[in-house]
T-cell receptor, first 115, second 116 residues
Framework: DADVTQTPRNRITKTGKRIMLECSQT?????MYWYRQDPGLGLRLIYY???????NKGEISDGYSVSRQAQAKFSLSLESAIPNQTALYFC??????????????FGEGSRLTVL | AQSVTQPDIHITVSEGASLELRCNYS??????LFWYVQSPGQGLQLLLK??????LVQGIKGFEAEFKRSQSSFNLRKPSVHWSDAAEYFC??????????????FGSGTRLQVQP
């Protein structure tokens, strides 16, 4: 089984719908991240969380919200999806404290299409 | 703010040929540097990383990268490309010790195509 699991892997939805992408990890890492990948733009940070009580906006947080339900779970929500949120979304984790090198461990991605 | 530039959007090489993918970063000090690879339909896998010490780092799948402080570069190389290396490659920079900046910044990626 994957250490970082994202669900759903693929989702097609309509404009205005609420969508939740879920991420769970078995790596025991404190830090979790949501990135968005668009062709030609690389990966851009949406939100990140250093522990259950610490959530921070990334560079493109508008239109998104997150919930850190537990150390192992970090969900990304689109309250009212719009077509330009069509993208590949990645969840990632990293270690904290003395082992913190910034290295990220990625899930396999969730492809979202908003019609 | 940290930033990463990958000047080549798309590169095509013949199988068996050598490969160099370019990466330039902008940061006030020497950051941590990473190369990730994304195969079609897959997540991102770490190829190699540089934190300090020897400026030539070895990674998985026969890849290596050289950190050049004077050029703010961290180019990825492979002496002989295999068809299975066709993928998208991302350079990333991080500074986990820096206040207010604690997530990796990625370049826009270079897509590698391998011709038989």
């Amino acid at each position: 089984d994957a250490d970082v699991t994202q669900t759903p892997r693929n989702r097609i939805t309509k404009t205005g719908k609420r969508i939740m992408l879920e991420c769970s990890q078995t790596k025991g890492h404190d830090r979790m991240y949501w990135y968005r990948q668009d062709p030609g733009l690389g990966l851009r940070l949406i939100y990140y969380s250093f522990d259950v009580k610490d959530i921070n906006k990334g560079e493109i947080s508008d239109g998104y919200s997150v919930s850190r339900q537990a150390q192992a779970k970090f969900s990304l929500s689109l309250e009212s999806a719009i077509p330009n949120q069509t993208a590949l979304y990645f969840c990632a984790t990293s270690e904290a404290g003395g082992s913190d090198t910034g290295e990220l461990f990625f899930g396999e991605g969730s492809r979202l299409t908003v019609l | 703010a940290q930033s990463v530039t990958q000047p080549d959007i798309h590169i095509t090489v013949s199988e068996g040929a050598s490969l160099e993918l370019r990466c330039n970063y902008s940061y006030g000090a020497t950051p941590y540097l990473f190369w990730y690879v994304q195969s079609p339909g897959q997540g991102l896998q770490l190829l190699l990383k540089y934190f300090s010490g020897d400026t030539l780092v070895q990674g998985i799948k026969g890849f290596e990268a050289e950190f050049k402080r004077s050029q703010s570069s961290f180019n990825l190389r492979k002496p002989s490309v295999h068809w299975s290396d066709a993928a998208e490659y991302f350079c990333a920079v991080g500074a986990p010790w820096a206040p207010g900046r604690r997530a990796l910044t990625f370049g826009s990626g270079t897509r590698l195509q391998v011709q038989p």
